[in-house]
């Protein structure tokens, strides 16, 4: 058979260059117009408009997600206040504010609610020592000043003698338990007239607590 000469080219070509050529076809093709951003540090290639496009959507999102959550804040924090004007209304302790919370503040409610107490009438009472002090008779203020006086010496030993029967229940309903501030809480309570406190009373006069 006829033998068909063989380049020596081909056989003796060198590996290396073969590789070399394979890697370079495999590497990806570059936009060679793409500039690199000032501010991108080198190396980097500039991200691509559509890249872009999506990070200022994504940051316009986080936006409006931070709208929607200040909004549903202020809705969540209007509902609260509502259901806590509720419970001041009905006495559900659920709902009611952190400084009437609790079975010892709403015994102290009780306390007070169940009971006449002079300090209540201290408004009306003052309203009409202040009418009859202004009145230019003499002897009308020297008895708008006396019922002044008997008015503040009745308050002081009632609430003195009120405090001192809460104290007492109070030790023997809730030994264990934090009683501090109760009896000023309920002594504050007994100046506001009984149709005006908060939260409303839930007991009726003489019922025991």
Not at 84 to 92: C, E, M, S, V
Not at 165 to 170: H, I
Request: proline share 8%; hydrophobic share 40%.
């Amino acid at each position: 058979m006829p033998r068909y000469p063989v380049p020596l080219g081909f056989v003796f070509r060198s590996r290396a260059k073969e590789e070399k050529a394979a890697v370079a076809d495999k590497a990806p093709l570059t936009d060679s117009k793409q500039t690199r951003d000032p501010q991108a540090p080198k190396g980097r290639p500039t991200p691509k408009r559509s890249e872009a496009q999506s990070q200022r959507r994504s940051v316009a999102n986080t936006s409006m997600t931070r709208k929607e959550a200040a909004k549903r804040q202020r809705e969540e924090r209007r509902a609260a206040l509502d259901r806590q004007r509720q419970a001041l209304a009905t006495g559900d302790e659920r709902y009611l504010p952190a400084r009437d919370k609790g079975p010892v503040r709403k015994l102290a409610r009780d306390f007070i609610d169940s009971r006449f107490n002079i300090a209540e009438f201290f408004l009306p009472m003052a309203v009409v020592i202040l009418v009859l002090s202004m009145v230019r008779v003499p002897a009308l203020q020297t008895i708008a000043l006396l019922l002044w006086l008997v008015v503040i010496v009745l308050i002081v030993l009632d609430s003195f003698v009120t405090g001192y029967r809460l104290k007492k229940r109070l030790a023997e309903r809730f030994p264990d338990d934090n009683k501090r501030g109760a009896v000023a809480y309920a002594l504050m309570r007994s100046l506001q007239m009984r149709r005006l406190r908060l939260p409303k009373p839930q007991v009726k006069r003489g019922e025991r607590p």
